[in-house]
């Protein structure tokens, strides 16, 4: 009989199984990233060689996990669950840090003016492109409608009939003395590409938190595995000494 019980461990084997599976797709995941993480990194954007770290994390710690559960040695399950102590407030440091992120982009985005604004509209390119996702997004102006001064374009021109999804609040009349349409979205187009970015941090704040209940379940279970063989080696030290 071994010093575990049989249930406890097939269950955790079973899950570090997963979470092997799952780092060997994020592994295969990042190795597609890389050429467009040099890209990114060449325009400005941010190097993604933290998804290395985390998916080889996912990938070799669960490996651990099933060595230690298989040799039943508390030794290699306290350097696991040391591993998940750490990674569990990684996962929570990330979370928080995606969370300020986020409030901060928040408030990048409230507190925009139109001077931010002005050099993209005087940029042809960009007034082409801006009047193309205001008919799809249903949304007026970077910051407001005044990006546009007194000369609103026929992009913001709203109709009663198809507005309010997927992000328009509404319609409002245009403002006294600009020429366009009378009928403009009430909605700014920052509004809108900040929809986009919030799903994003909510995803990566969800898979922060996940992993770290994930963790936090992971280190109980090598507590509890400890404690059976501290339990188990301590009975047998017993009998030992009785017979003796």
Same mark, same amino acid.
């Given at each position: ?70 040799? *039943? ?5 306290? /350097? @696991?669950?040391? $591993?998940?102590?750490?990674?569990? &407030? +990684? =996962?929570? #440091? ?91 979205? *009430? ?5 809108? /590409? @900040?929809?986009? $970015?919030?799903?994003?941090?909510? &995803? +990566? =704040?969800? #898979? ?37």
């Amino acid at each position: 009989m071994g010093k575990i019980n049989g249930c406890i461990k097939c269950l955790f084997i079973f899950f570090n199984v997963l979470f092997t599976i799952l780092g060997g797709v994020l592994v295969y995941v990042a190795v597609k990233a890389t050429p467009l993480s040099h890209q990114v990194t060449a325009v400005g954007g941010p190097s993604l060689a933290w998804s290395w770290v985390l998916a080889l994390g996912v990938l070799l710690l669960p490996v651990l996990g099933i060595v230690a559960a298989c040799m *039943e040695k508390g030794l290699v399950l306290k /350097i @696991f669950a040391g $591993f998940m102590v750490a990674g569990m &407030i +990684i =996962m929570l #440091i990330f979370g928080i840090v995606v969370v300020v992120s986020r409030n901060t982009l928040k408030d990048s985005f409230d507190t925009a003016s139109a001077d931010v604004v002005k050099p993209f509209m005087e940029d042809e390119a960009m007034k082409s492109i801006l009047m193309s996702f205001e008919q799809s997004a249903q949304c007026c102006g970077v910051v407001s409608s005044s990006d546009w001064g007194n000369n609103i374009s026929q992009s913001c021109e709203c109709n009663m009939q198809h507005t309010g999804f997927p992000f328009s609040s509404g319609c409002k009349a245009k403002p006294v003395g600009a020429f366009g349409p009378d009928q403009i979205y *009430e909605t700014s187009c920052s509004g809108v /590409i @900040f929809v986009f $970015f919030d799903l994003f941090f909510k &995803i +990566i =704040m969800g #898979i922060c938190f996940t992993f770290a209940i994930l963790a936090l379940l992971a280190l109980l279970m090598s507590i509890l595995m400890i404690h059976q063989i501290r339990k188990h080696d301590s009975e047998g030290s017993s009998m030992a000494m009785k017979s003796y």
